[in-house]
């Protein structure tokens, strides 16, 4: 089975965690909250993170598109990954759970994988914190920037990304009605309207992805996905995790479900409630 490359990809990442991170310069250790967050959203926009210089984390977290983008997939963190479609970030402070197999459990550990990755960035860490010295956001630190003091600013930063508050109106409370009559409430549910778990859905053929089996090796988890926040990757279309899904009927299809076009109307008017929007307009 296909488990040894990516497991070698979780081993560097709990190694960067307990190692590079872990051995950083603890003089900015007592920067405090705001600045944090300050020099995270620095950081994430800024494109001397990649080899020519031209990619940043907001290159595939486009703010005007929920911290998304509009593209089927991105590429794979490693050749051995497939590609995968990019989730908002909106809420992604609150998750239990990172990436659609759920292989990375906090934001620093999640920073650090394009770093290291055979197709996003391209530039060693060392070489991009070279690149970043001078630059004015750094000059309140009291020293260098270190990879800790880098990765928990992206931290910080990504943790104020809040996600939208749902439109409490009459199309939502037609649509929590329908919502709830046909289960979907089982699996999307509670503030974020997922239950943080990881599903097989029955309409979708198995692919080359292996989903959460990549992680844990149990065949039950095979093909099986986390389920996604609805109130934020319903503002970042195409949907699913290698986003095959193009619109609402394919999701539902997908979910082993065919509804009527009136079904439809109420389930659309729902799901842009609760994402936060009214008369076509996004949050």
């Not at 060693?124 to 956001?137: I, S, T, V």
């Not at 928990?152 to 930063?157: E, T």
């Amino acid at each position: 089975m296909p488990l040894k490359p990516f497991l070698k990809l979780c081993c560097l990442v709990c190694f960067l965690s307990s190692c590079a991170l872990g051995s950083a310069d603890k003089k900015n250790e007592d920067i405090d909250s705001t600045a944090y967050v300050a020099l995270g959203k620095a950081l994430f926009f800024e494109t001397a993170w990649s080899n020519q210089g031209t990619i940043s984390c907001a290159h595939c977290h486009r703010p005007a598109l929920a911290y998304s983008d509009t593209l089927r997939v991105a590429g794979g963190n490693t050749k051995n990954v497939p590609a995968r479609n990019i989730p908002s970030l909106l809420g992604v402070g609150q998750k239990q759970h990172l990436n659609w197999d759920g292989g990375v459990h906090t934001l620093e550990e999640q920073a650090l994988i394009p770093l290291h990755a055979d197709g996003d960035f391209g530039l060693p860490p060392a070489k991009a914190l070279e690149r970043l010295k001078g630059k004015p956001y750094l000059q309140d630190l009291n020293g260098p920037l270190d990879l800790k003091t880098a990765m928990v600013a992206l931290a910080k930063f990504q943790e104020t990304l809040q996600a939208p508050k749902p439109i409490l109106d009459e199309d939502y409370q037609i649509g929590l009605e329908w919502f709830q009559q046909n289960q979907c409430h089982s699996c999307h549910s509670g503030s974020g309207w997922t239950d943080g778990k990881f599903h097989r859905l029955p309409g979708i053929e198995p692919g080359p992805d292996l989903g959460r089996y990549r992680i844990t090796g149990l065949p039950q988890d095979s093909f099986a996905f986390r389920t996604p926040a609805l109130n934020t990757s319903w503002l970042s279309p195409p949907f699913l995790h290698d986003g095959q899904a193009q619109n609402l009927n394919e999701v539902m299809r997908a979910h082993g479900f065919e509804i009527s076009p009136t079904e439809r109307e109420i389930l659309q008017r729902f799901l842009q409630r609760i994402a936060g929007i009214a008369d076509g307009k996004r949050p």
